[in-house]
């Protein structure tokens, strides 16, 4: 299994983002793929989750409103889409994949909000 991050960047406060994860070797269609962020001297945190199937999302109480999740097996791709971004969502953007009792990231992607 492969993860590969992409579209971060630079975006201004207010502003809207989406990143990706292309996935490889399985199918985003029947494992949950979820999305975590890691800045600096941060621990990695939880920020949204997409079950299997139409298994439903959930979502960080810190971006419930402005991030949604979500998915398209033709691609074999989950996206994440932010919107009203705040400084505070600057950070590094890992995908990862649990598969057979082993957890799957990529490499991540940066997001850096400026004020």
């Known amino acids: 299994v492969q993860l590969v991050e992409s579209g971060g960047g630079l975006v201004q406060a207010g502003g809207s983002l989406r990143v990706s994860c292309a996935a490889s070797?399985?199918?985003?269609?029947?494992?949950?793929v979820a999305w975590y962020r890691q800045g600096p001297g941060k621990e990695r945190e939880f920020v949204a989750r997409?079950?299997?199937?139409?298994?439903?999302?959930d979502y960080a109480d810190s971006v419930k409103g402005r991030f949604s999740i979500s998915r398209d097996n033709a691609k074999n791709s989950v996206y994440l889409q932010m919107n009203s971004l705040k400084p505070d969502d600057t950070d590094v953007y890992y995908c990862?994949?649990?598969?057979?009792?082993?957890?799957?990231w990529g490499q991540g992607t940066q997001v850096t909000v400026s004020s």
């Open positions: 990862k994949m649990p598969w057979r009792g082993t957890d799957f």
């Open positions: 070797g399985t199918s985003v269609m029947t494992n949950h």
């Open positions: 997409i079950g299997p199937g139409g298994s439903g999302t």
